[in-house]
């Protein structure tokens, strides 16, 4: 019986290693979907300011045009100062300077506000550079990190499917289906070692007297509340185990 409780143990360890690697390959593929997620979002906002930022210096060259527009006009009107007979011309003229200064303040103070607007943008978008480099850098380093960890899993899955199936080949059929019965019900965890009189899954007391076959292990016990396998382990097995 001690082999046979030996045997269950190993198998619930087995299954549990690659359990925790099918695991670890769904963690990282779920993370590097929601990295790529968050990164297409801030690539949509930085997209956006980009396109905010050429709006912005359009509307700036648009407005350099027109001021350079009316000050060659001022500066036609003055050359015509020369040429003026009559003081009608030279008032009609002097109304169109005035009326030129106060476009061109007009339009000089819209510049400066659109280049104001420009720089308030282009700080924006070099933040948000940052920031998405800065992301995108700890993203990278925490997929690294899962991956090198998943490798290490991976490397010895092999190993862990062949002896999964060398131990499942030497434990007796009906109990290898009630194993595979328990686990199904109870998240993969069909075995659950006793260390201080307590079932190690469901922590619900063991009675004395099977807590006591269970230290000879001479007899195959079950939780009478979560119905697990129940092995005893001494304090260095608990502690392997809480590893």
Same mark, same amino acid.
């Given at each position: 019986?001690?082999?046979?409780?030996?045997?269950? &143990?190993?198998?619930?360890? /087995?299954?549990?290693?690659? *359990? #925790?690697?099918?695991?670890?390959?769904?963690?990282?593929?779920?993370? *590097? @979907?929601?990295?790529?997620?968050?990164?297409? &979002?801030?690539?949509?906002?930085?997209? #956006?300011?980009? /396109?905010?930022?050429?709006?912005?210096?359009?509307?700036?060259?648009?407005?350099?045009?027109?001021?350079?527009?009316?000050?060659?006009?001022?500066? *036609?009107?003055?050359?015509?100062?020369?040429?003026? =007979?009559?003081?009608?011309?030279?008032?009609?003229?002097?109304?169109?300077?005035?009326?030129?200064?106060?476009?061109?303040?007009?339009?000089?103070?819209?510049? &400066?506000?659109?280049?104001?607007?420009?720089?308030? &943008? #282009?700080?924006?978008?070099?933040?948000?550079?940052?920031? *998405?480099?800065?992301?995108?850098?700890?993203?990278?380093?925490?997929?690294?990190?899962?991956?090198?960890?998943?490798? @290490?899993?991976?490397?010895?899955?092999?190993?862990?499917?062949?002896?999964?199936?060398? %131990?499942?080949?030497?434990?007796?059929?009906?109990?290898?289906?009630?194993?595979?019965?328990? =686990?199904?019900?109870?998240?993969?965890?069909? %075995?659950?070692?006793?260390?201080?009189?307590?079932?190690?899954?469901?922590?619900?007391?063991?009675?004395?007297?099977?807590?006591?076959?269970?230290?000879?292990?001479? =007899?195959?016990?079950?939780?009478?509340?979560?119905?697990? /396998? /129940?092995?005893?382990?001494?304090?260095?097995?608990?502690?392997?185990?809480?590893?």
């Amino acid at each position: 019986m001690k082999d046979t409780l030996a045997l269950l &143990v190993e198998l619930q360890r /087995l299954d549990d290693e690659l *359990r #925790e690697t099918r695991e670890a390959r769904a963690t990282l593929e779920k993370l *590097r @979907a929601e990295n790529a997620e968050s990164l297409q &979002v801030f690539e949509g906002i930085l997209k #956006e300011r980009a /396109l905010r930022i050429a709006e912005t210096r359009e509307f700036c060259e648009e407005k350099e045009n027109e001021l350079k527009s009316i000050e060659d006009d001022n500066r *036609r009107g003055r050359a015509r100062l020369g040429t003026i =007979s009559s003081q009608r011309e030279l008032t009609a003229l002097n109304k169109e300077l005035e009326t030129a200064r106060r476009n061109n303040q007009k339009r000089t103070e819209e510049l &400066v506000k659109l280049l104001g607007e420009l720089e308030e &943008v #282009e700080t924006d978008h070099r933040k948000k550079l940052a920031e *998405r480099d800065a992301l995108a850098g700890q993203m990278k380093a925490l997929e690294d990190e899962l991956a090198e960890r998943l490798a @290490a899993k991976e490397a010895s899955a092999s190993q862990h499917n062949a002896r999964r199936a060398e %131990v499942r080949e030497r434990i007796e059929k009906p109990l290898l289906a009630r194993y595979d019965r328990i =686990s199904r019900g109870r998240n993969g965890l069909a %075995v659950a070692q006793v260390l201080t009189g307590n079932c190690g899954a469901c922590n619900m007391a063991v009675p004395p007297q099977v807590y006591i076959r269970l230290q000879k292990g001479e =007899s195959l016990e079950a939780c009478n509340n979560c119905q697990r /396998l /129940l092995v005893f382990a001494d304090s260095g097995d608990a502690e392997a185990a809480a590893e």
